[in-house]
């Protein structure tokens, strides 16, 4: 089916320090979602794209709705400890309900 | 956002037996979702369970495995059956729709 690719795969960066991260497809997506999961947890919705080009913020954080529809970017500014986690980006297609999944991004922070 | 709770939250089991896994919501909702998590991956939908009607499962996966109920808008199973091993996930319940989904806390379960 229909895969997500997210990159990169793990960072480890300072407390303080920016952090970007992006998922890209071949195919459009109609909806992007960042997910934030902390260990043991379920993930928690962070920001939600609904159209090509859009520029969301919440809080530290920023997301982009790729002009192609086909990728979507997370910034994290002046990283914290807690934002230490794994990082989702999912998306929908067409019609479809169904959320598909990147492989997540693992994020370490140095205080 | 609804608030998802799930039981149990976690459990060791041994291989050949089932789980049956709850999740409940405060508030109705038309669209339920069965996710499995294996350790150290993504997600990965197991089926979407709607109030009245069969679920509808996703690829490699199938009801005699995931036995799935929905008796009502606030509430769902998910039965793993006859275990083994490979089994060991996070099982996570959503709601939400093409939109946005929100996720419960999770059901760690160890198969032995």
């Known amino acids: 089916g229909q895969q997500l690719n997210q990159s990169p795969q793990s960072m480890f960066i300072q407390e303080g320090e920016d952090v970007s991260m992006n998922c890209t497809s071949s195919?459009?997506?109609?909806?992007w979602l960042w997910y934030k999961q902390d260990p043991g947890e379920g993930p928690v919705l962070l920001i939600a794209l609904y159209k090509a080009g859009e520029l969301t913020s919440n809080g530290r954080l920023t997301a982009q709705f790729g002009i192609t529809r086909k990728d979507s970017f997370l910034n994290i500014s002046a990283s914290i400890p807690s934002d230490v986690g794994i990082y989702f980006c999912?998306?929908?297609?067409?019609?479809?309900?169904?959320?598909?999944f990147g492989k997540g991004m693992k994020l370490t922070v140095n205080p | 956002s609804a608030v998802i709770s799930q039981k149990p939250s976690r459990d060791i089991c041994q291989r050949g037996t089932s789980l049956t896994i709850q999740c409940q919501v405060d508030?109705?909702?038309?669209?339920m979702f069965w996710y499995r998590q294996q350790p150290g991956q993504s997600l990965t939908l197991i089926a979407t369970?709607?109030?009245?009607?069969?679920?509808?499962?996703e690829s490699g996966f199938v009801i005699d495995k995931f036995p799935i109920s929905r008796p009502n808008l606030t509430f769902s199973t998910l039965t793993v059956s006859n275990m083994s091993p490979e089994d060991s996930s996070i099982y996570l319940c959503s709601l939400g729709g093409r939109e946005t989904q929100y996720f419960g806390p999770g059901t760690r379960l160890l198969v032995l």
């Open positions: 999912a998306g929908t297609q067409g019609g479809s309900e169904k959320l598909v």
């Open positions: 508030s109705q909702v038309t669209m």
């Open positions: 195919s459009i997506f109609n909806t």
């Open positions: 369970a709607n109030q009245g009607s069969e679920a509808t499962y």
